[in-house]
């Protein structure tokens, strides 16, 4: 078969190179097929450099600049956004300041700590007891019993007007007021008395069944603002205090008249009846006493019923008379 002419020229080129210059030669050639190779499969193939390695790509996430405490709300200048491999980022950290902003912390955050969902809470009543309280209140405890605490109907979440007895009558008055209304109910706490049951708890009574305890209220805690806290400590000391329930939507948000004073007696004193006489006993008549004549008048013998009727006998040395 007779070769192109072009294959015979490289043909009669080949064969007459040196050892040395086909050496070269073969060392050229393979250069541009692994070039042509690299190329082909750089073409079909994605990049596997460092940066686009799974384990190095960067993420952004959320750390915080400074130690915050726990219950902390999170502000926007406490956080920053860095970047950082995605391999050391942990799977619920949080990548966008907006989402945190305003939630409290539930545990203690270091300085350059990721910031995650974990170390926060969703929601701040679930920061516990004190996550319930507004943010301008204070947490106030009163004692109340069944009739005061509105029999057990009032619970948690509630709202409820706060009313004020006087203990003390002041000529004749009795005062009451509403002192505060429209109050948040955060919690009502009760305490179990087996005693008034018949005996402890779950014990055998000697019918044959169980003593059941028996629960009643103790305490009221409401959240007031700080000057009504101190109103409603103070009227505490000088009557009792009721817990009056609202209903869900009241007809009228807030009473105008909040004083009420009842007059005892009509506005008198009660007065004291008057003793009654000690009883009197008839008079005694005393015996008339003996008379006894003068003696330069006396003739030795006188008219006994001048004496009332009595007589004596009257002795002079030998002589008598009567």
């Known amino acids: 078969m007779k070769l192109p002419k072009v294959a015979e020229s490289i043909m009669e080129f080949i064969e007459g190179m040196t050892p040395r210059g086909l050496l070269l030669l073969s060392a050229v050639a393979g250069l541009l097929a692994f070039g042509l190779f690299f190329l082909v499969l750089s073409s079909i193939m994605p990049d596997k450099g460092p940066e686009n390695r799974p384990d190095m790509a960067m993420v952004k996430v959320v750390t915080v600049k400074r130690d915050i405490p726990v219950r ?57 007891f004190t996550g ?7 947490a106030i405890s009163l004692a109340i019993d069944d009739v005061t605490g509105v029999a057990g109907f009032a619970l948690p979440g509630d709202y409820v007007d706060v009313m004020t007895v006087s203990d003390k009558v ?38 044959g069944g169980k003593v059941q305890a028996v629960d009643s209220l103790a305490t009221a805690t409401l959240a007031v603002l700080p ?12 009557g009792k205090v009721y817990l009056v329930l609202r209903p869900f939507r009241p007809a009228e948000p807030y009473i105008i008249d909040t004083n009420y ?19 009197v006993s008839a008079p005694v008549s005393a015996p008339a006493p003996a008379y006894t004549p003068p003696a330069e008048s006396y003739s030795g013998s006188y008219d006994a019923s001048y004496a009332g009727g009595s007589s004596i006998e009257v002795i002079r040395g030998t002589q008598f008379s009567k």
């Open 72 to 128: 902390t709300e999170l502000k926007e200048e406490m956080l920053q956004v860095i970047e950082m491999p995605k391999s050391a980022v942990p799977e619920d950290a949080i990548k966008d300041i907006n989402v945190v902003l305003g939630k409290p912390v539930r545990s203690m955050i270091f300085s350059g700590d990721i910031l995650t969902a974990r170390k926060l809470f969703p929601d701040q009543k679930e920061a516990g």
């Open 132 to 138: 319930t309280i507004p943010a301008n209140c204070r």
């Open 170 to 207: 002041k000529d004749g008055k009795v005062t009451g007021e509403i002192l505060l209304q429209n109050v948040l109910l955060l919690s009502i706490n009760k305490i179990t008395d087996a005693a008034n049951a018949g005996g402890e708890k779950g014990k055998d009574s000697k019918e």
């Open 227 to 238: 000057e009504e806290a101190l109103r409603l400590m103070v009227a505490s000391q000088t």
């Open 261 to 279: 004073t009842i007059t005892l007696n009509q506005g008198k004193k009660a007065e004291t009846a008057p003793a009654a006489p000690m009883p």
